[in-house]
Structures are given as C-alpha cells and as structure tokens.
C-alpha cells in the first residue's frame, strides 16, 4: 500500500467530537447482527458441503477440538440437540465461539472444500445455528450435574476461560465461586468485542444460560488485588483458577499522548458494547486508531458506525504482521475504514490541549528489523484511539509467589502453576494466543485438570 | 446435424422424448403446452371404462425422496388413472392430434381384463386419431386392487391374453407398459411379444413407501391419517429400469421388440443410457412434474449436441451399442486386473477413500506419507473395487486403471495373464467347462 499524502491539520475549527452523529434506525441498522442466524434452508445447504472428512482438518484445527464433522452431519439430519451438544461439550462456549472466531484462519482455513470449491464450508456459521437452536432450553438438559462432590473452586475472572472452567467443575459435581471485577460478568465477551458480533446482548444471554447448570455462583464487582486476598482463596477453597486476562493497556509512549481527545480503544469499546444508546456515544469527525490487531479493527470500524466521517487504522508493521485477520481487515475496508501499514506514531499533534493530529514516521524491515526509512506523515484527528496492546495486572501478579514470563503466568497446558492447588489460563498465561477459543480451551483443560486432582483425594475438605 | 427423429413401433415423432402416461397429460390444457414445449409424444393418462370415474384421493397424492438441498432423487404418488369422463378425454385427444399432426399421440388404456371391454373401448379411442395404444399393466396402487394394472402385468398369461385382444381389434401398434413389481422381466415381455405386442414400455413405478412423519409416526404422506404405497419413479429408480431394458434386450425369446425406455429420465443423458441399451425412445414425467415442459429442450439440445461431437446422424447409429457390453457375472474376465489411481494434484484431502477402504474394504489406501497427511493406493492391497473413485468428492481424482497383460500385480505377486479366464473356466469352479462359452 502507498504511503498516504500528509494532511495538513486544520487550525481554525475546533476539535469535533460528539455524540448522535446518526439517527436512531441508523444506528439501530449499523449495530444489528453482523452475520444473522441460518435459516433452516442455508443450514442444509451449507451442512451438505460438509464432506465428512476422516480425521478431519478441521477438529485438528479447532483450539478446543470440536468434532465439526459431527456436529455437522447432525444438522444435516435435524438434529440440532446432538449438534449443539457435540459443539459445547468441547466448548462451552461454542455460541460466542461461532461469532467472533477468526474461523478463517482456525477451522475454515484447512477445510477441504476450499481446495476444490473456492470456499470453505461456513463452519462458524453452522455452529451459531446448532448453538442458537438449543439455548432455550436449559444447558442441564444436554449436559446434567454430576452428584455434588462438596468440593469447592473459586474462579477468578468470568471471562472465557473463567466460565469455560466454572462450566467444566460445575458439570462434574464441583461447587464454583466464579469472581469478577466488572458488574457483569462475561469479560471480553462482554466489553471486549463490537456490538455487531454479539449482537441482542449474546454475551449475558450465554452467560446466564451457561450459569443455568447450577453450582455456579457468580460474584461481580469483587477484584483481586493482593496475595493476602489469594492467599484467604486458597485457603477456602479446594484449588483456583486464575482467569484474570490482561486488564491493563499499553500506553503510548510519545509526545502528546495524554492530549484531550486521545482515548483507549479498549475502554471505548466496552463503554460502545454497554451503552443501550450508541447515539450517546461520542465518536470524532476525524478517527485515527492505532493499532493493528482485532481491537483496533473494532474500533475503528464502530468509529465508522458511529457516524465519524474519515477513519484511519494505522499499523506500524505489514498486513502480514497484523494481528486482524484478513477478513478483518476485508470488514473494515468494506465500511470504510482506511488502513495504512509501516507508519509508526511519532507524536499526537495538539492545539489548546486537544488532539488535532497524529504525525508517523515511515517504517520498513530492513533484516528482520524495523527502522525508520526517514519519511513522515500526519494525519488530521479529532480523535485518536490507541489498540496498541493489553497488558498484564504486574502488580498484583509480582506479590502473588507465582512464576512469570514476560509478566504473564507461567503455566502448562492444563494449567498448573508453580504454586500446587493454583490454577491458571486464559489470556493471562504465559504462551496464550489472545483467542476466545484458546481461553475457552485453558478453562476447560484447568477444569479437567482440577478434577482429576480432587478425584485423587481421599474426602472433600470443605463442606459444599 | 444430428436428426432425432424417432420411428417408434410404427409410430413418428420429431424426436424421441415422449411425456408418459401420468399427471402431465390428463387434459388438452397440457398436452397443448407440452407441444409447444418440443415434446416429440405424448402418451395420454391412463384412460378407463365408459362410467362413472375413477375417484382420486383429496389429499397428497405426491411424496418425494429430497437431497438437503431439496433436489429430487425419488418421486412417488398414488394418482389413480384419469378421473375424467372416458368422452371428455377422447375429444380432447381427438383435437389435440388434429392440432399437432406431427407429434406422437398414444393412448394408454386400463380396463378389467374382459374381452368385451377391450373390444368396446379400442374402436372409441382409434376414432380419435391416435397413433397407438398402451396397455397399462403397471399401475402399482388402487387400480392393482381392482384386478387391473400391476395385477394384470404380474400373469403373464393375463398380459398375453389382453395384447392379443387388443391386436385382434385394432389396427394401431400396441406397446405393452410392465411393471417392474416382478421378480423376472422377462417373463412379462416374453408373455407381451406371444401376444403379438409392437413393442414393450418399462418401467411402470416400483412399490414404495416414502417414511414416517417423526412428530405423529404415521407413514408419510398420509391421508386423513393413513396412507397407502404409491409408485417410486424418479433419478433413483433408473438403474432398476436399465437393468430391466438390458435384460429384455439380451434374452432370446425378447430380443429385438421395441422398447420405450422409462425411469428416472431428466436429461439427454439419462436418455442416451436407454437408447445405447437398446431402447428405441424414452417417455418421462418426474421431470417434467418437477421443472416443467421446458425441460425437453435440454434434452433435445443435449442429446443432439453429444451426437454432432460423436458424428451420429441418428439415434439409431448408437442404438444398442453398450447392450453388447452387458454380460452375465460369469462370463466377466477374471485375469482383468485394475488398480486406483489417486491424482495428487486434484486429491483435496478429505481422506473419504482411506476410510472407506479401511474400514470396509481392503485396507488399501494410505492416510500418512513421512509423518504428513496424505492418500496413496496401497497397490499389494488394491483389488480395483471402486469404492475409492465412487466415494471421492472430486470428479476424476481417483480412476481404476487397467494393468496391461504381462504387468506384475502386486496383489498376487503375478503378471496379468494375457489370456482371458471366466468362471464358466476358472480352475476355482468345480462346474468349469473345458471349452470357453460362446
């Protein structure tokens, strides 16, 4: 891609940034289910392509190894209730999972038709259709409790991996106390992702159906902050999970950064994600994000939405570094959003304290390297949004005792820690892919891991 | 440019695709349309007694066998023979043929298996200009209770006894429709040629029921709660039909008499198989009832393309060709050996033939080659079944390929003799001829 022109940054107006840039159909229209749900026909249709491979590509491809032949072939044949169930028994959370999966790069990106045909079949799709199909029955009907075990788990964050493995202890008979810092759970389900992928509030209605199975209970607004509160968890409970994901963002380091009108692209989205009103929320004119991976493909594109005019997406390395994937970068492109490659933030530009422009330095891989190449350029804004990175809780994890890699915990597979009875996944393990699925896999891998622990204990230490 | 004209048991018509006796040709209305659609024929629904009609059910007279994607492999349907006055049809017909001269119009006739009655209705329905009659000895439901249709074509004395009848009272070619509700086929065309039949029409439809409904468990479709067995026709039962023309075709006492191919005809390719087995034209209906009149036209256009690229003038150049490649098990070569083949370059890597094989066959395709997925033929296993190529969603990746005489097979650890050997020979049957049969 060309590098783009500089723009010279208006002087006289000032900074437009407001709310209901849009009328409410508009708005109601822009956040409305980005793919809906299958008809019945599309299912069929779309199940019949489904070649029903041996040892299928697609499972292999699969973080959480659903049995998407499977799943599938029941579909084709009307059954919903054994598709949903081949789904969630691998993955809890299969419904979130067939809406913000980078299928295209997971299941659908080894899928056989594609060599033949052009195009994958839609597996994330079908999935949707068997997950949807059965959540108006409780989740107990497909998967019941075992007997109580009056072993009792606390889980600390109720994001994918937190809920994945609450489900997985609750399933088995455990008694789970699923903590979590926000009001609501659901984590990045929750704030994390654009409205239009979970759209009718999806992540509260699986939430609440996941939470159905019983055992579970679920209590917001409460944050681990220290060992002392770790230390009182362990000793309560039968063992814990630690499922905190990176709370914190990167800062950008250069001038102008704490300027008006510069905002994290994290906190935008959740702020997006539970306003009931979009029209309420303020978005620039003129929208530089900054950033190359999913949250600023989310940003950027519900900057467009919102009603903002121009909105640039500037990323300082290639499209094939970008952490958005290709058809996330095809998403954004087709609502407008411009994408730009090897420009990193130099300066954001300011006039009485606000923002006004974000002034790059051209970028280029010279041996593996990235240097400047000595060229400049500067987009106007009257917004900057920066998607630059999340970061671990580093306080709270370098008093807890546990071992740390690059500030994230370091733990296994299925989720040991250095610490005997502590558990760990999700985005805050150490060699985690910053997927939904993988969180979902981290939970459910700790949960079987938790219990066949406790299974090798004589009797429950705590009573249920 | 290749001519379709078909000469049929006497009978002319501008191309060899006739719509059956069925649903599409019960009134004037349609058979107007089909006309002008390009049919070359039509044979008109089943006509019955002077009298009251017969009376149909007010219900789903229709079922069908769907892909997921709701094409239609399977049609089944319990209509009875035309409901209509026995007058009403005749003066339509007598009309229609005025108005399409040159097209095939064939009355189908289905009355009790008294001589008085044939002898009444045939100077009725030559009167009105038709070129022929067939006998409708198939119908598998209802008139089948009634001592008529496939009650009659399953005695074959029954079948020579009317044919005679009929070519005693009338001038017209008589084509004998059999129903394929028997065990022999032969039996019935043999009874028909005594009889002194111009030609036999098969197949007529096959027994069948569609399923049961999984909320109410009644058969399905059913009618005010229960339901019938109706007629199968349709894609699926073409190869039945085939085998049945082929049967006809190669056994002495049948072969030679005019056969209209029927069964699961939609496309010029379903109709070359019947002619290139002997049959002289097809009649269709399935697929008219699913896309309509217009479909004709991709049949004549399809078959008459094939033919230009093959250099036939007529269908008659390809008539019974491939008969000649139908053979009893017995008579097959024994030393013919292929092996799969799989094409590297179109293989997808779905792994359906290696499963196939594995689990149900002879363990002859390979799933893994240095630690990487990947399908090969295991050729000291491979015994040329097929399965691979049958189960292989991609056209022509995997192909049998012959071995030629004197090439090693690996199987047996033998060269592939160049001499023949069947069964009738085979040292392995203790009932071997000396000499190879004719």
């Known amino acids: 891609m060309s590098a783009p022109s500089s723009t010279v940054p208006s002087t006289t107006a000032e900074p437009d940034i407001r709310a209901a840039r849009l009328s409410a159909a508009q708005y109601a229209q822009h956040f409305a289910d980005a793919a809906p749900r299958y008809s019945r026909s599309q299912a069929l249709v779309e199940a019949e392509r489904c070649l029903y491979c041996f040892d299928a590509p697609c499972a292999t491809a699969c973080p959480t190894g659903i049995d998407v032949p499977s799943f599938i072939r029941r579909i084709a044949e009307d059954n919903l209730r054994g598709a949903a169930k081949a789904i969630l028994a691998a993955n809890p959370l299969g419904g979130t999972c067939a809406r913000v999966c980078p299928t295209e790069e997971l299941c659908e990106q080894v899928c056989v038709r594609t060599a033949q045909q052009g195009k994958p079949v839609e597996i994330g799709r079908l999935q949707r259709y068997a997950v949807d199909a059965v959540m108006d029955r409780p989740l107990s009907t497909l998967f019941p409790r075992a007997a109580a075990t009056g072993r009792r788990i606390a889980v600390v964050g109720a994001g994918p991996a937190g809920l994945a493995c609450a489900v997985g202890l609750a399933r088995r008979g455990h008694t789970v106390v699923l903590h979590d810092a926000r009001p609501k759970g659901g984590g990045l389900n929750e704030y994390g992702l654009a409205g239009y992928k979970m759209a009718d509030d999806f992540a509260r209605r699986e939430l609440d159906w996941l939470l159905g199975i019983g055992g579970i209970t679920l209590n917001t607004g409460w944050r681990l902050t220290d060992r002392a509160q770790l230390d009182t968890l362990r000793a309560d409970h039968d063992a814990v999970f630690l499922a905190i994901g990176l709370p914190g963002t990167q800062a950008l380091a250069v001038p102008g950064a704490g300027l008006q009108g510069v905002r994290d692209a994290v906190a935008f989205i959740a702020e997006l994600r539970q306003s009931p009103d979009k029209g309420a929320i303020p978005v620039g004119r003129r929208v530089v994000v900054i950033g190359g991976g999913m949250t600023a493909v989310d940003a950027a594109v519900q900057s467009r939405l919102l009603g903002a005019e121009e909105v640039h997406m500037v990323y300082r390395r290639g499209p094939g570094q970008m952490g958005a994937s290709a058809a996330e970068r095809d998403w954004a492109q087709t609502h407008g959003v411009t994408l730009h490659h090897w420009l990193a933030p130099e300066a954001v530009l300011g006039e009485q304290g606000h923002a006004v422009a974000v002034r790059f330095a051209g970028q280029a891989l010279v041996d593996g390297r990235l240097q400047a190449t000595g060229t400049h350029t500067t987009l106007a804004a009257d917004q900057v949004f920066l998607a630059i990175g999340q970061t671990p809780d580093t306080p709270l994890l370098a008093g807890t005792g546990l071992a740390l890699d690059g500030g994230r915990i370091v733990a296994d597979d299925d989720g040991h820690t250095s610490v005997p009875g502590l558990y760990a996944g999700g985005d805050c393990r150490r060699g985690g892919r910053d997927l939904t699925v993988a969180a979902v896999e981290d939970g459910k891998r700790a949960a079987a891991a938790i219990h066949a622990h406790l299974s090798t204990l004589p009797t429950a230490l705590t009573p249920a | ?438």
């Open chain 2, 1 to 438: 440019m290749a001519d379709l004209t078909n000469h049929f048991a006497g009978i002319r018509s501008p191309n060899p695709f006739w719509l059956a006796s069925a649903p599409p040709t019960d009134k004037a209305t349609n058979v107007h349309r089909a006309f002008e659609a390009g049919w070359g024929g039509v044979v008109w629904k089943t006509l019955g007694e002077a009298g009251p009609p017969v009376v149909n059910v007010s219900g789903p007279r229709y079922g069908a066998l769907l892909t997921p994607d709701r094409k239609l492999l399977g049609f089944n349907n319990i209509e009875l023979i035309t409901d209509r006055p026995l007058q009403t049809n005749l003066a339509e017909m007598r009309e229609v043929k005025r108005a399409w001269p040159d097209r095939a119009l064939v009355a189908s006739l289905m009355v009790p298996c008294t001589e008085s009655a044939w002898r009444d209705i045939l100077p009725m329905v030559e009167d009105t200009g038709c070129d022929g009659i067939e006998l409708n000895f198939g119908c598998p439901h209802g008139m089948s209770e009634r001592g008529m249709g496939a009650a009659v074509g399953q005695v074959p004395e029954y079948i020579q006894m009317v044919t005679a009848w009929c070519k005693h009272y009338s001038r017209l070619p008589v084509i004998v429709k059999l129903t394929p509700n028997i065990t022999d086929i032969r039996q019935p065309a043999a009874a028909a040629k005594r009889g002194g039949a111009d030609a036999v029409s098969l197949i007529n439809t096959i027994n069948s029921i569609m399923g049961v409904d999984p909320d109410t468990l009644q058969m399905s479709p059913s009618t005010g709660g229960m339901g019938s067995h109706g007629g199968y026709c349709g894609p699926a039962v073409k190869p039945i039909a085939l085998n049945m023309v082929a049967e006809i075709g190669r056994s002495a006492d049948t072969a030679g008499i005019p056969i209209s191919g029927i069964g699961g005809v939609g496309s010029w390719r379903d109709a070359l198989d019947y002619i290139a087995l002997g049959a002289g034209n097809v009649q269709v209906c399935t697929a008219a009832m699913v896309y309509g009149f217009k479909i004709v036209q991709e049949m004549v256009d399809g078959l008459s393309h094939y033919m230009d690229e093959r250099g036939f003038h007529s269908t008659e150049d390809f008539r019974g060709r491939a008969l000649k490649t139908v053979t009893d098990w017995q008579y097959l070569n024994l030393n013919a050996v292929s092996k799969a083949v799989i094409d590297q370059d179109q293989c997808i890597e779905c792994g359906r033939c290696h499963i196939a094989c594995e689990d149900t066959s002879h363990q002859a395709i390979s799933a893994m080659k240095d630690g990487v997925r990947h399908f090969e033929v295991k050729e000291d296993e491979c015994v040329g079944c097929n399965l691979c190529v049958t189960v292989c969603p991609v056209p022509d990746c995997i192909t049998l390929r012959t071995l030629a005489p004197g090439e090693l097979d690996q199987r047996t650890g033998q060269p592939v003799p160049a001499q023949p050997l069947n069964w009738t020979a085979h040292p392995n049957n203790p009932m071997r001829q000396a000499a190879e049969p004719a």
